[in-house]
């Protein structure tokens, strides 16, 4: 059986390596990256580091096709590590920042030359910005997130992000910038959390599935007016941005045939962790794992892993623990789940388990998981070709 061959191509290659330990498959990542570009469509694709965390690789993706430009950081001081210590470029921070001493550093960069973007929603995030930006020659690029949340009385289908949910709050914004001295308006972006961050294909969930995805439909739809509707008012005022940026690994696709975007966003798709299985118009590979030690054999057809408790973030429910993968035949224990110190799983694959063997597992979403490890094994033909620093790796934990 195909699983049955990839487990024993992964432990034959981990042979000799302590566990537990995080392991890419890049000829997996490279099928990957090819299936993304197809996605997208002819629009440029910014690369989401929440769900990399890992230099080298973010550095892979963009070499693999003049279409990846960019990178949409998760923080300010997270951009300035990419920006200072490893000399990456293009940075948007997809996230408002307020601390001081981090934003004066961005305007050192911003006046060695680097593109550096911050995120706003609000006119206290620019009166912030113009503030800081007192005295100094620096002039803050800034992108205005926009809300592409539903709400229906009773149903708020969407992310609690930007506050901008209204054409007139996002003109006075826009304006508020324009008088600004020392802040700049480069960009617009709109995250369509509904479409790219709730799966629609989720099994024994049918009711929950056909439901999700009529309002994905809609949400579609009236993303996709409202992005249209709101840049041209911009225009209308003669303000032209230098990017849109909109989707997600989730909605690569839809966002893509809009127009008026110009570029997309994808992350989780590159590992493609469990949450991207349940989608109906995503078929990325799993690339990426981590390794867990079998320890113990506390009863017939249970093996107890050493560590494994690496829950994703969301709201608490099972979908966020990580899930057993190969050998086929493995399941969490439902009392159990995944422990801090310990991981018991049961089912067919266990019977045939020893002490010291192998459990690979993977994560319920992506980047998360490069939080636990300092180095990612990078496999290719079926034996480890580097070994790669994560963030926790350099010794850098950013939130």
Known sequence: MMEDYQYQKYRAALVGYSLPLAFLDLDRMEENIGFILKEAGKKRIRIASKSIRCVPLIRHILESGDRFQGVMCFSVPEALFLSEEHGLDDLLVAYPAWDASSLMRVGGELASGKRITLMVDCVEHVSRLDAIAQGTDWVFPVCIDMDLSVSWPGLHFGVRRSPLRSLEAFLELARFIGESPRVELEGVMGYEAQVAGVGDWVPGKPLRNGIVRLLKQHSIRRIARQR??????????????????????????ETAREDIVTEVTAGSGFF???????????????????????????ASGIVTCAGGGYPASGAAGRDRLPTPWLPEGLKLLPSEGAGEVQTPVCGSGALNL????????RHAKAGEMCERFHEILIISSGRVVDRY???RGEGKCFL
């Open 228 to 253: 249209r509707d709101w840049l041209k008012a911009l225009k209308d005022r003669g303000i032209k941005p230098r990017f849109v940026n909109g989707g997600g690994t989730g909605s690569l696709r």
């Open 272 to 298: 493609t962790s469990v949450l991207f299985d349940h989608y109906r118009g995503f078929h990325g590979k799993p690339a990426a794992g981590f390794a867990l030690e079998v320890t113990r054999k506390p």
């Open 354 to 361: 020893d002490l010291g063997d192998p459990i690979l597992f």
């Open 389 to 391: 620093p994560t963030y």
